[in-house]
């Protein structure tokens, strides 16, 4: 084709201009990273972009609601869900599976890339991302070997990715519960329906083990067998605080267990040297930070906490999709309370880390530390 005077370029936007039977062309060639101007040619053909079915439906709105009731607050962001007339699934988020901005299906594009936000609904192939037949094939492939370990695990009455093989689920105490919707609005795989009165309704088979539930509940009524929120709070209380008098703080790190925590360990296995004033409590995910985490660490005198979580955004790593933002929603409320009481709001420290952020921790550590020496001790020390 390049023989006869076909010419192939690699660009964006490109800006195709006609006068009378003139065409010329502008563009920015991707590989020569070079602007391009290609005037008196004869035909030009676009690349038609791939999306898939889903992309092609409407916005999907949640119910309207009565006359007279009182709207609804959340900072929860809502999903991108189209109504497009394929799975017709029974999730209050919508009918289909969460999509991003080009309608593809959402999941971790980094270690889940076949999982979407619907356990046991793998999308493969030209509905996941654009690709040619032999990728699809083999995307095929690996679709349905992870459709084949869920039914296996689900059999199990086990969680699947990411922490598959978890044998414990959500336990609801009803009696404190006030309707709040907290729990069914946050967790990002619709693992939990509401009654008509707003009471939770628990899909233990979609349930991933996140414990963002958790963290989102104010009652405190949602728990697991082996994690909860009495158990964080007694490894918080259970760590020794240094006196006013010995001049050195004490600082909390509550680290994500999927990227921040090996982060962690990846700086000790290559001897970075750190400071020497923190304590670490790993989490499930940083979406299960419940404030009361917070009052616990200050009322116990912690001086710092340093919130350590996956990248959040456009390019997310979070394992579990929205903990991390979620994480960085609640601790904007928690600033405003610290200020309201004298408590200044610099104790409290969040950040973004992926696994491969580890060199940068020794500096985080160290500023945070600094910055702490600056503010002075917990007042709440010794109480």
């Known amino acids: 084709a390049q023989e006869s005077g076909v010419l192939f370029i690699r660009c964006q936007d490109p800006e195709v201009k006609v006068s009378g039977n003139a065409v010329s062309i502008e563009a920015k060639d991707e590989l020569l990273n070079d602007t391009l101007l290609i005037e008196d040619v004869e035909?030009?053909?676009?690349?038609?972009?791939?999306?898939?079915?889903?992309?092609?439906?409407?916005?999907?709105?949640?119910?309207?609601?009565?006359?007279?009731?009182?709207?609804?607050?959340?900072d929860v962001p809502a999903d991108a869900i189209l109504v497009s007339d394929i799975l017709n699934l029974e999730y209050r988020q919508g009918p289909e599976v969460p999509g991003l901005s080009y309608g593809f299906p959402d999941s971790h594009f980094i270690c889940f890339p076949y999982e979407s936000r619907r356990t046991g609904i793998y999308p493969a192939g030209c509905v996941r991302r654009p690709m040619g037949t032999?990728?699809?094939?083999?995307?095929?492939?690996?679709?349905?070997?992870?459709?084949?370990?869920?039914?296996?695990?689900?059999?199990?009455?086990?969680?699947?990715?990411p922490r598959a093989g978890d044998m414990t689920y959500p336990e609801f105490f009803m009696q404190r519960c006030t309707q709040c919707k907290r729990c069914t609005e946050e967790c990002p795989f619709g693992a939990i329906n509401e009654d008509e009165k707003g009471n939770p309704l628990p899909q233990p088979t979609r349930c991933r083990r996140c414990g963002v539930c958790m963290g989102a509940c104010p009652e405190r009524i949602i728990s697991f067998k082996n994690y909860s929120v009495p158990m964080i709070g007694d490894m918080i209380k259970a760590i020794e605080v240094p006196e006013e008098d010995e001049?050195?703080?004490?600082?909390?790190?509550?680290?994500c267990e999927?990227?921040?925590y090996p982060a962690l360990d990846m700086m000790g296995m290559?001897?970075?040297?750190?400071?020497?004033?923190?304590r670490v409590i790993p989490m499930r995910c940083l979406g299960s930070l419940n404030l009361v985490f917070i009052a616990d660490a200050l009322s116990k005198g912690i001086d710092g906490i340093l919130l350590l979580g996956c990248q959040h955004g456009e390019n997310y790593q979070c394992h579990f999709v929205k903990g991390s933002e979620l994480a960085s929603i609640r601790l904007s409320k928690i600033k405003e309370t610290l200020d309201r009481l004298k408590l200044e709001s610099d104790r409290?420290?969040?950040?973004?880390l992926s696994i491969i952020d580890y060199s940068k921790l020794p500096q985080i550590l160290d500023d945070f530390a600094a910055r702490l020496e600056q503010v002075g001790p917990n007042p709440y020390k010794g109480f």
């Open 258 to 260: 999927n990227d921040s």
């Open 134 to 161: 032999a990728s699809a094939a083999e995307d095929g492939a690996g679709a349905a070997m992870k459709a084949i370990q869920c039914v296996e695990l689900t059999a199990r009455g086990a969680a699947v990715h």
């Open 43 to 74: 035909m030009v053909v676009l690349a038609t972009g791939m999306v898939p079915m889903t992309a092609f439906g409407e916005d999907f709105k949640a119910k309207p609601k009565e006359e007279g009731a009182p709207a609804e607050e959340s």
């Open 348 to 352: 409290v420290l969040f950040e973004n």
């Open 270 to 278: 290559r001897h970075m040297t750190h400071n020497p004033w923190i």
């Open 247 to 255: 001049e050195k703080p004490r600082i909390v790190v509550l680290a």
